[in-house]
């Protein structure tokens, strides 16, 4: 299948059509297969525009994506070739960001940081310590996280920690994926 081969998927929007089932099928499969992946939304010519229309196109595309909040969209037009220019760049820039390591230290302190900012859960007077964080892998950028109790660790937490990792080191175009281990844990890589 052309997803496992490929580093970067373009999901291919009509403009017209906006998003389809088939669409929602192919960017599920790029997105669990770890890819990077960009929302190219071609036909944008053929769109009567006012004022908001992109944003509102955007948001419409979301809403049916909701799992790809962090893949880039481009408006283009294959027919005129508005905009087709600036998409090799962005390829490049989600390759990039695939395929980005980041040091054990500078990934502790964001960690350390978003914990002094929320405090981890607890849960019947047990509270989830995080003792540090570790990148395991790329393409795309995977995380071991090691705890206390791998059972008070929420997934809205996770999410939590996925967004302020995002917010300090871009990851635009690739899902970020967090494994928890617990401490004592032999097996951290698989």
Not at 94 to 123: C, G, H, Y
Not at 124 to 141: A, D, E, N, V
Request: aromatic share 8%; with cysteine; net charge positive.
């Amino acid at each position: 299948m052309a997803i496992e081969r490929s580093d970067v998927c373009l999901l291919l929007i009509d403009a017209l059509e906006g998003v389809t089932e088939q669409d929602t099928k192919i960017a599920g499969e790029a997105h669990e297969a770890g890819k990077g992946i960009i929302i190219v939304v071609n036909k944008w010519d053929a769109i009567e525009k006012t004022t908001g229309t992109l944003e509102n196109y955007k948001k419409e595309v979301y809403d049916k994506l909701k799992y790809l909040s962090y893949a880039p969209i481009i408006f283009i037009s294959a027919k005129t070739g508005q905009r087709v220019d600036k998409l090799f760049d962005l390829i490049n820039n989600v390759e990039k960001q695939n395929s980005m390591r980041l040091s054990t230290a500078i990934l502790n302190q964001v960690i350390n940081e978003a914990i002094a900012i929320v405090e981890p859960p607890t849960d019947k007077g047990k509270r989830l310590k995080i003792y540090y964080g570790t990148q395991s892998s790329t393409k795309p950028p995977t995380f071991v996280i090691f705890v206390n109790n791998k059972e008070l660790f929420h997934f809205s937490y996770e999410r939590y920690l996925v967004n302020q990792i995002r917010k300090e080191f871009g990851l635009e175009g690739t899902p970020v994926r967090i494994i928890v281990r617990e401490k004592n844990e032999k097996d951290i890589y698989k």
